[in-house]
């Protein structure tokens, strides 16, 4: 075997490894206009993009948590707390924009209380935000009495309305990710989370501050994660405590796929972006194509197994990194 023919195809596994979920997306997207004449109409694909938008959101967060080396099971739960927290806040004042920063500010101090327990009793990330899933929807159901906040329709405007005809819900999406680029690419926060996921030990060594990081990693997803909180409230058009149920799994799935390693230290925004269009796009096709319901989740649970296979396939690839 030639030494041009061994590089050739080191090179197509680094592609791999590095960009695969590029290659999915494009198979799906050529696959999905076979199957359905209206998968690459303008309505649908605004479509997909509004469907997608809230757990994506969710999922920016979740990246730079998973590329730190932790992990966030409450995002869900989160999601429901600040959006009905967020909803009342409106119904108190009147103004839609109170509504959404009181929603941020819940799902701040969420991911804050989360961060500082773990850095403070050292803690897996997992028991902790676990607990938090289960504290969070409580709270949710607790603050509402178990009954859904109505008559919200002013504050609709961040669910389903519209700017130069592309919904508010994408533009916030494509905002958080201009945002999380900045934040992952062009920071020393960034530099930082990509070195304590990598190799928490020697960026201890190096001066980082990992508590504060993480501290501050949790507070940003909680952050995101109210956003997505208020806006889902926003678009089902009530306050629901009972919302978000399993958002955070299709978060950390969106981001896998992207190429986001569950041993830290690699991931990409962009990556969780397309990670999200794949996902996007195979339940609008499933739809599409009038798939069961029942065999829709049974694939859902299949697009994590493959996910996390991907994920140990990939740092095979890369050379067993950590």
Do not use: C
């Not at 309505?43 to 932790?70: D, F, H, W």
């Not at 609709?156 to 958080?176: A, E």
């Not at 796929?257 to 609008?284: C, D, E, F, R």
Request: aromatic fraction near 10%; glycine fraction near 12%; hydrophobic fraction near 55%.
């Amino acid at each position: 075997m030639s030494h041009k023919t061994i590089k050739s195809r080191f090179s197509l596994k680094q592609a791999f490894a590095n960009y695969g979920y590029i290659f999915i997306l494009v198979f799906m997207i050529i696959i999905s206009s076979i199957l359905s004449p209206v998968f690459l109409t303008r309505n649908n694909i605004l479509n997909i993009l509004r469907q997608m938008s809230i757990t994506v959101i969710i999922a920016y967060g979740v990246t730079m948590i998973i590329i730190s080396g932790m992990i966030d099971l409450s995002s869900g739960s989160v999601v429901a707390f600040s959006g009905v927290v967020g909803t009342s806040a409106f119904v108190a004042t009147g103004s839609p924009w109170v509504g959404l920063i009181v929603g941020i500010l819940v799902g701040a101090a969420t991911g804050l209380f989360s961060g500082s327990v773990i850095t403070a009793f050292n803690l897996p990330p997992f028991i902790v935000t676990l607990a938090m899933m289960t504290a969070a929807r409580g709270l949710a159901l607790l603050y509402t009495g178990g009954y859904p906040i109505i008559d919200i329709d002013a504050f609709t405007t961040f669910g389903k309305g519209f700017f130069l005809g592309i919904p508010i819900p994408v533009l916030i999406m494509m905002g958080v990710f201009l945002l999380s680029i900045v934040l992952t690419r062009r920071t020393r926060f960034g530099r930082y989370i990509f070195a304590i996921g990598g190799n928490e030990e020697a960026a201890i060594a190096s001066g980082i501050n990992a508590k504060k990081v993480k501290i501050m990693v949790f507070t940003l997803n909680g952050a995101f994660v109210g956003l997505a909180g208020v806006i889902l409230m926003s678009r089902i058009n009530s306050g629901q405590p009972a919302a978000g149920l399993m958002y955070e799994l299709d978060a950390i799935t969106m981001a896998v796929i992207g190429g986001t390693s569950l041993a830290g230290g690699i991931g990409s925004i962009p990556g969780t972006l397309a990670g999200g269009l794949i996902v996007g796009i195979l339940k609008n096709i499933l739809n599409l194509t009038n798939v069961s319901p029942y065999w829709q989740q049974i694939l859902k649970g299949l697009i994590i197994l493959i996910a996390v296979i991907m994920d140990v396939y990939t740092k095979s690839l890369r050379g067993g990194k950590k």
